[in-house]
């Protein structure tokens, strides 16, 4: 089974409305974090928004907050009034517990394309 | 700070020949990662580093290795390149691994095609 499922492989937006990409998880350990990553066309992957299974609130950065919904596995990316710089590949990631172990490596998703239009 | 650099940017090799895809961060970062992404996928772990002298497979290793020998150094080797390894490489770093919420940050990537 897939441990991150990204189901829209596509968004489509205008500039200035809200979008939500969507992102389901799977584990069994109590402790993970969740993370978003944009991907421009140009390639580099940038940090978004980081949201851990303990924390009671939603994450929020500026324009995005992560809609974290824990019994139902859900962690989708808000990204309110959308602007043309918007444009981009979005994947969604997690990284188990174990933290002990040390054991720290990221799961990707598929990922969303979405597009902002004016 | 430059961060996570990666060389080269761009590489065509022939089916059988090698490489080897340099990273460096100055970070002082304890974990390094090697990912690869395919057209259309998210990235997939080939392997890892907590520290250095210290490395492990990740989901798909064949066909690659690595070394660690400096905590700013994680090159990536490909011995007999095949078609089924042309992709962008990710070079990553983090902090560390006892926090959940390390970010990776991740180099500007390397495209390569084997043909």
Same mark, same amino acid.
């Given at each position: 089974?897939?441990?991150? $499922?990204?189901?829209?492989?596509?968004?489509?937006?205008? =500039?200035?409305?809200?979008?939500?990409?969507?992102? $389901?998880?799977?584990?069994?350990?109590?402790?993970?974090?969740?993370?978003?990553?944009?991907?421009?066309?140009?390639? =580099?992957?940038?940090?978004?928004?980081?949201?851990?299974?303990?924390?009671?609130?939603?994450?929020? =950065?500026?324009?995005?907050?992560?809609?974290?919904?824990?019994?139902?596995?859900?962690?989708?990316?808000?990204?309110?009034?959308?602007?043309?710089?918007?444009?981009?590949?979005?994947?969604?990631?997690?990284? =188990?517990?174990?933290?002990?172990?040390?054991?720290? $490596?990221?799961?990707?998703?598929?990922?969303?394309?979405?597009?902002?239009?004016? | 700070?430059?961060?996570?650099?990666?060389?080269?940017?761009?590489?065509?090799?022939?089916?059988?020949?090698?490489?080897?895809?340099?990273?460096?961060?100055? !970070?002082?970062?304890?974990?390094?990662?090697?990912?690869?992404?395919?057209?259309? !996928?998210?990235?997939?772990?080939?392997?890892?580093?907590?520290?250095?002298?210290?490395?492990?497979?990740?989901?798909?290793?064949?066909?690659?290795?690595?070394?660690?020998?400096?905590?700013?150094?994680?090159?990536?080797?490909?011995?007999?390149?095949?078609?089924?390894?042309?992709?962008?490489?990710?070079?990553?770093?983090?902090?560390?691994?006892?926090?959940?919420?390390?970010?990776?940050?991740?180099?500007?990537?390397?495209?390569?095609?084997?043909?």
């Amino acid at each position: 089974a897939q441990k991150i $499922t990204q189901t829209q492989p596509g968004m489509f937006v205008q =500039e200035k409305e809200a979008v939500t990409l969507d992102c $389901t998880y799977d584990t069994s350990d109590p402790s993970y974090g969740l993370f978003w990553y944009k991907q421009p066309s140009s390639g =580099e992957m940038i940090f978004l928004i980081y949201q851990g299974s303990y924390d009671q609130q939603n994450a929020t =950065e500026g324009r995005y907050s992560l809609n974290f919904q824990k019994a139902r596995k859900s962690a989708n990316l808000v990204i309110s009034a959308s602007q043309l710089g918007d444009s981009a590949m979005y994947f969604c990631a997690m990284r =188990e517990g174990q933290v002990n172990s040390g054991y720290s $490596t990221l799961t990707f998703g598929k990922g969303t394309m979405l597009l902002v239009s004016p | 700070n430059a961060g996570v650099t990666q060389t080269p940017k761009f590489r065509i090799l022939k089916i059988g020949q090698s490489m080897t895809l340099q990273c460096t961060q100055d !970070m002082n970062h304890n974990y390094m990662y090697w990912y690869r992404q395919d057209p259309g !996928m998210g990235l997939k772990l080939i392997y890892y580093s907590v520290g250095a002298g210290i490395t492990d497979k990740g989901e798909v290793p064949n066909g690659y290795n690595v070394s660690r020998s400096t905590t700013e150094d994680f090159p990536l080797r490909l011995e007999l390149a095949a078609p089924s390894q042309t992709s962008v490489y990710f070079c990553a770093s983090s902090l560390g691994g006892d926090i959940l919420s390390y970010e990776q940050y991740f180099g500007p990537g390397t495209r390569l095609t084997v043909t």
